[in-house]
């Protein structure tokens, strides 16, 4: 966890390294990113059935999770603490309304906006501090007042119960080397509210195995089939969380349960 998680990401150099290595072509984030695409547009399709949502994504970035919604949403809003991941965000294509946002203080201010909503936040979680995690997922819970609202989307790039984890010991006190159990995902999601009710990973190995020239595509075919086994998620290092309020539209509780 890092407490400078904001401030590191005003660095346009880090910028650059984000979007043109960590997400170049054939890396191990670009196929994790494809896989999640295609999971993500089926969702979408599935769970908007009478009206397209408008989607609100926050820490935003360079806009991938607004890339990958594209043409399926009414309109998108990007929000997010760093000036220069917005200006990458408008220069790679993302098409959307982009917010600067305070990196701390009062909870950002949702853009109104009618009808249903997804709520994306993406590789945020797990390196950022328990104050910045509470506030996007209070965000999120502003835009989604009740079951019915529509449906958030967390991302959590580091499950402690995956192959990943075998690494912890060499990677102690390395500021990038964070993990989080389901557990604490679905702990910080019900604080606010939300009930997570569908899991899904997106790769079982890890980033190493995408680097040997020799087993890259065997590990890219095991990774692409496992992202097909809901169950399998338990163990991926990869994950998405898809949650509803558990508000009832005429304020009840505990009524989530339907995707
Ligand atoms: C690793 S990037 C993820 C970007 C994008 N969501 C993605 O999945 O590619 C983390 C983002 O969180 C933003 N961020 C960090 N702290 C924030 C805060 N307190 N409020 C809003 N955005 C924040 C950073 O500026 C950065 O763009």
Request: aromatic content about 8%; proline content about 5%; charged content about 25%.
């Amino acid at each position: 966890m890092r407490s400078d998680y904001p401030e590191v990401f005003q660095d346009p150099a880090v910028v650059d390294k984000y979007q043109h290595q960590v997400y170049a072509p054939d890396t191990y984030a670009t196929a994790v990113n494809q896989r999640q695409r295609r999971y993500l547009r089926d969702l979408v399709r599935r769970s908007f059935l009478v009206r397209r949502p408008v989607q609100h994504d926050f820490a935003c970035g360079t806009g991938r999770a607004i890339r990958i919604l594209h043409g399926l949403v009414r309109a998108a809003h990007g929000y997010d603490s760093s000036e220069a991941m917005l200006a990458k965000a408008a220069q790679v294509g993302a098409y959307a309304s982009l917010h600067r946002v305070d990196p701390a203080g009062p909870v950002p201010e949702p853009v109104p906006s009618t009808g249903p909503v997804i709520v994306t936040v993406f590789r945020t979680l797990l390196n950022a501090d328990e104050s910045t995690r509470d506030r996007a997922i209070a965000f999120a819970a502003r835009i989604l007042p009740h079951w019915e609202s529509g449906l958030l989307v967390v991302e959590n790039h580091g499950n402690r119960s995956s192959l990943r984890h075998l690494r912890h010991r060499r990677h102690a006190g390395v500021p990038w080397f964070d993990e989080l159990l389901h557990s604490q995902v679905a702990g910080l999601l019900a604080r606010h509210g939300f009930r997570v009710i569908e899991r899904r990973g997106f790769a079982l190995l890890t980033r190493g195995w995408y680097s040997r020239r020799g087993i890259r595509r065997v590990a890219q075919v095991v990774d692409s089939l496992a992202s097909r086994v809901p169950w399998l998620s338990r163990w991926a290092v990869n994950v998405l969380y898809v949650a509803r309020r558990t508000q009832s539209p005429t304020g009840e509780g505990g009524t989530a349960g339907r995707a």
